[in-house]
Structures are given as C-alpha cells and as structure tokens.
C-alpha cells in the first residue's frame, strides 16, 4: 500500500507528459504543406512620382513641427527652455540638476511679511518658467539656490 501512494504521482505525470507528446507530435504530422498556387502578376504602375522641391520642403517641415511639438519646444528653435511646454529639470546640466529638482517639486507657499502683507508664491515649475536666465550660467544656479532658500525660510 505504501509503495503504491510513492508512485501514483510519477505515473501521473508521466502519463500527462506523454499525451501531450502525442498530442504535439500528431499536430506537426497532421499538417501538410499548401498546394502551390501560381502568383498573380503585379499591376503595372499607372502613374509616375516625380520628386519636387516643394514636397520634401512641406513634408520635411511638418517633420520638424511634429518634433517640436512632441518635444514641447513651443518656439521651435530647436531647444527646450523654461517656460516652454516640454521643459523640465532633466534639460538643466546635472551639476544643477539635485536643486532643480528641489525647486520644481515645491507646492505653492504663501507668507506673512513684516508689515502684515500676505505674499504669495506658485509653485516651483511655475517660479522656474518665469525665470529669465540661461539653464547652465552661474547666474542660474544662484537663482535656484535663491529659490530654494526662500522657500525653506518660509514654510518652517
């Protein structure tokens, strides 16, 4: 009795692996090959396509909107920069890129100043689209820095 319950599992499954066997080798010898047919002749072209100026102009510019507008280069010159719909930090140069982050990830904050005014900042991407320096220049990363200190001092 006790030998039969060792080996119930092994025949089982070897039976399994042996019907789907079958079963894989008639599906392959079962299948024959199609009976040749004759291919029917290509028509002959009824129009010829002259290459103009204009056609690779008009379809080379529609390439370059289409890569503008994909890339978010509003302006289309060929460059992403702040303000424009495809910009983000990862166009910054990875010095810069740490505290770019840093800024672009900062909600909107608003505080108290001293004469009981309420001042109110956007976001950090939206305090990074309205800056007018170049990514890249001293002058950016002093501003991020800027940036980030308000921040920090105000929301503490």
Known sequence: M???ALFTRPAALLAAGLATAAIGIGAVAGTTAPAATAAAPHPAPTATITPRADTVVTYN???LNGRSDALGDDDRDDRVEPGE????????????LPLCLKV????SYSWRAPSGAT???PNGRALIADLEVKPG???WTDTLRAL??????HTR
């Open 85 to 96: 719909t495809g910009w983000s930090c990862r166009t910054t140069p990875a010095a810069d």
């Open 61 to 63: 510019d529609g390439f």
């Open 119 to 121: 001042i109110s900042n």
């Open 2 to 4: 006790r030998l039969r």
């Open 104 to 107: 672009a990830s900062q909600p």
């Open 137 to 139: 220049t001293p002058l």
């Open 148 to 153: 980030h200190a308000d921040y920090t001092e």
